[in-house]
């Protein structure tokens, strides 16, 4: 692993492959570390000439965590958000794109294929808005365009993902259950689910930083982050956009919505996937991103 400084924090991350050979910069999405982008998804991406680079946002893993700042009460956050009043919150997208940024400076990449999930392709879109020339093609997996329109999650995984989970270190099997029950819960129906990667995933990304509080830095980032669409219509690199059928949190119309909303963008619409990337689904996007990275502009 690597630690690098950008944009005032310390990011860590793991780079695959040549460094000669074309950048693939892998962004997390919410609450979750570097990996998420496990080593066999990144080895397959090597195998088709790429340099892959792995990392932690700020405010998980190894990264910088920002505990100078308390994590914003939601209550407080939607009733600002509902009058119209612009938070205060630790950060935006717009910083955490710019920390992204600041990493392709730190590998002296030029340009990079960006592949974001969840809360990382929010990442992704403001980085292809924001820093085209930067961006060489566009992935953007199970997000979402901020459309105040579209549908919401579904009441029960919302309340799942943001309900307050048992401290992993001094209730280990609680924290375990309580985890390992959302992660069935997103995981779409085409797939078995596999309760013992689950729970290999959960307690080395516990081992390695847990941070209530930084899920909610992060989640007050999402909350102010304005809609993208108007911005979405000028991006020019090759886009593709990666949604399950099966997603509770972001339903399979914000993928349909990211898609329309930038030029020429393709939708891979998984049947069956929820909220996750399975193994099983590995072979296919590799190939969709692989292809997507080769398009002309």
């Known amino acids: ?10 990011l860590v991350c793991e780079a695959f492959g040549a460094p000669s050979d074309q950048a693939i910069l892998l962004v997390a999405g919410l609450g979750t570390q570097m ?4 080593v066999p998804f990144c080895l397959a991406l090597v195998a088709r000439g790429y340099h892959v680079i792995r990392f932690d946002n700020r405010d998980a893993g190894y990264s910088t965590h920002i505990s100078h700042r308390a994590a914003p009460d939601f209550g407080e956050l939607a009733a600002a958000l509902i009058a119209g009043r612009a938070p205060d919150v630790p950060y935006t997208l717009h910083d955490m794109a710019a920390d992204t940024v600041g990493l392709l400076d730190a590998f002296s990449i030029d340009r990079a294929h960006v592949v974001g999930r969840s809360m990382g392709g929010m990442i992704a879109q403001v980085m292809a808005c924001e820093h085209p020339e930067r961006v060489a093609s566009l992935t953007s997996i199970m ?5 105040p329109s579209l549908p919401p999650p579904t009441p029960d995984a919302m309340a799942m993902m943001t309900s307050p989970a048992p401290d992993p270190f001094s209730d280990e099997a609680g924290y375990l259950a309580h985890s390992i029950a959302f992660a069935r819960r997103i995981a779409g129906s085409r797939y078995p689910f596999d309760e ?3 729970r290999r995933l959960i307690l080395e990304e516990a081992r390695r930083a847990h941070d209530r509080n930084g899920f909610g830095r992060q989640i007050a980032a999402i909350a102010v982050s304005r809609d993208r669409r108007s911005r979405l219509a000028t991006v020019s ?6 949604h399950g059928s099966d997603d509770p949190l972001f339903p399979p119309a914000c993928g349909e919505d990211t898609a329309a909303s930038i030029p020429a963008a393709e939708l891979m619409l998984m049947e069956g996937m929820g909220h996750d990337l399975p193994p099983q689904l590995y072979g296919a996007a590799v190939e969709a991103i692989d292809r997507t990275a080769r398009r002309r502009p």
């Open 1 to 10: 692993m690597n630690r690098v400084e950008s944009n005032g924090v310390e």
């Open 237 to 242: 690199a090759p886009t593709l956009v990666i």
């Open 196 to 198: 013992a990667a689950a």
């Open 35 to 38: 990996i998420r982008w496990t």
């Open 143 to 147: 997000s979402s365009t901020g459309n």
